[in-house]
C-alpha cells in the first residue's frame, strides 16, 4: 500500500452517487440469489458473479441491474442490503452518503411502498448508530419504466415521504429516453422541497444535460460527463457551480468512455466545472470508493492535499445541513494535518 492509497483508506468522505441496489455486496447478492431461488438468472456463487458482472455495453448493464433487483422480495431483503452497503461505506471511512433508491422497482414486484420506506429507515437509524453513517435517499425515477414509473416514483416520494429522503433523480438508460418528458415530475418534487439530481450526459450527448438543467432543474448532475464535448456547457456549470457527480471507473466498464486514460475528468476540472468522486454500482463495477479516489488522484496528479480537497468538495457539494458539513469538513482538516 503506497502512502497516498493509505491516506485515501483513512480519509473522512462523503458519497453522493451511490446506487442503493448496485451496491449489494457478492456476499448479500449470492445469499439473496440461494433465499429466491428461481427468481432470477443471478448466480449462486459469488464466484461466477465476477463474470456475471462483465457488461458488453449500457444496455447490458441495465439487463443484469435488473436481474439482481428481482431479488429484492421483501421488506426484510431490503433493509438487510441496506444495512450492509452503510456496513460497506463506514469501511471507507464515509460518513455521509446520499444513496440512490428506485423504490418504484421494488413495489411493481409487490413490496408495500409503507413497507419499503420503512425498511430503508429502520437500516438508516441503525447505521447510524452502529456505524456512525449518516444515510440520505435520493428517490430516483427508472427511465426505461417511463412516465408511469415517474409518477409511482412522485407518490411514493410525496404520501410516504421518508425522514432520510432529500432528493429526487432520474436514472436507467438515456437513449431513447429524453429528459424534458419528466418535467412535471420534477417540478412537483422540487415545489415539495426536494432537490433534483438527475443522471444526464453518461452516454448521449451534452444537449442530455442541457435539458436536465433547463427542463429539470438539476442542482447536481449524475455523470454529466459528455459537458467536455461543449465548451458553453462547460463555462455554464462552471460559472453557476453545478457539480457533476464522476464516477470514472463506471463510465469505462459501461462503455461510455473507452478507457480511464480517456475519461474527461482532466478537462471538467480543467474547466473550472466542480466534481465530487463517487462509485457508483462499486461491486458491479469491481471497484470502491476508494479505488476511484486512487484513479482520480493519478489523472489529476493529486498530493494528499489535493485528494483532502476532492473529499472537501463532495461534502460541499452534498444536500447536509451547514452544522453537518462543518463538521465533516473539520474532520477532513483535522486528518488532513495529522497526515501531514
Not at 426536494?194 to 442530455?208: K, W, Y
Request: hydrophobic share 45%.
Amino acid at each position: 500500500m503506497t502512502e497516498l492509497t493509505s491516506f485515501i483508506a483513512g480519509l473522512p468522505k462523503a458519497e453522493l452517487h451511490v446506487h442503493h441496489v448496485g451496491s449489494a455486496s457478492p456476499r448479500i447478492v449470492a445469499e439473496l440469489a440461494a433465499r429466491h431461488e428461481g427468481a432470477s438468472p443471478v448466480p449462486a456463487d459469488p464466484v461466477a458473479l465476477a463474470d456475471y458482472f462483465a457488461f458488453r455495453d449500457f444496455a447490458h448493464f441495465i439487463e443484469v441491474y435488473l436481474s439482481v433487483v428481482d431479488l429484492i422480495r421483501d421488506d426484510e431483503d431490503v433493509r438487510v442490503l441496506t444495512f450492509e452497503v452503510a456496513r460497506e461505506l463506514a469501511r471507507q471511512q464515509v460518513r455521509y452518503a446520499e444513496l440512490t433508491i428506485t423504490p418504484y422497482s421494488s413495489v411493481k414486484r409487490g413490496i408495500p411502498a409503507k413497507a419499503f420506506c420503512e425498511a430503508i429507515e429502520d437500516a438508516r437509524r441503525g447505521a447510524a448508530a452502529e456505524f456512525g453513517v449518516d444515510l440520505r435517499w435520493c428517490f430516483d425515477i427508472p427511465g426505461e419504466a417511463g412516465l408511469a414509473a415517474a409518477e409511482e416514483t412522485l407518490r411514493i416520494a410525496l404520501d410516504e415521504r421518508p425522514d432520510g429522503l432529500i432528493s429526487f433523480g432520474l436514472g436507467g438508460p438515456e437513449v431513447g429516453v429524453p429528459r424534458p418528458q419528466f418535467k412535471p415530475f420534477f417540478d412537483q418534487a422540487r415545489a415539495a422541497g426536494l432537490r433534483s439530481v438527475p443522471h444526464a450526459g453518461e452516454t448521449t450527448g451534452p444537449q442530455t444535460v442541457w435539458d436536465a438543467l433547463r427542463e429539470l432543474g438539476a442542482e447536481r448532475i449524475g455523470h454529466g460527463i459528455s459537458a467536455a464535448q461543449d465548451p458553453e456547457l462547460l463555462a455554464y456549470l462552471a460559472e453557476h457551480r453545478i457539480p457533476l457527480e464522476i464516477s470514472p471507473t463506471s463510465n469505462v466498464r459501461t462503455r461510455a468512455v473507452g478507457s480511464i486514460e480517456e475519461h474527461p475528468l482532466v478537462t471538467l476540472v480543467g474547466a473550472g466545472v466542480p466534481v465530487s468522486i463517487n462509485s457508483d454500482d462499486p461491486p458491479m463495477f469491481g471497484t470502491t470508493l476508494e479505488a476511484e479516489y486512487a484513479v482520480a488522484a493519478r489523472l489529476l496528479d493529486l498530493d494528499e492535499r489535493g485528494v483532502a480537497e476532492l473529499a472537501k468538495a463532495g461534502v460541499e457539494q452534498s444536500f447536509l445541513d451547514p452544522a453537518g458539513k462543518s463538521a465533516l469538513l473539520a474532520e477532513i482538516d483535522a486528518y488532513s494535518g495529522r497526515s501531514a
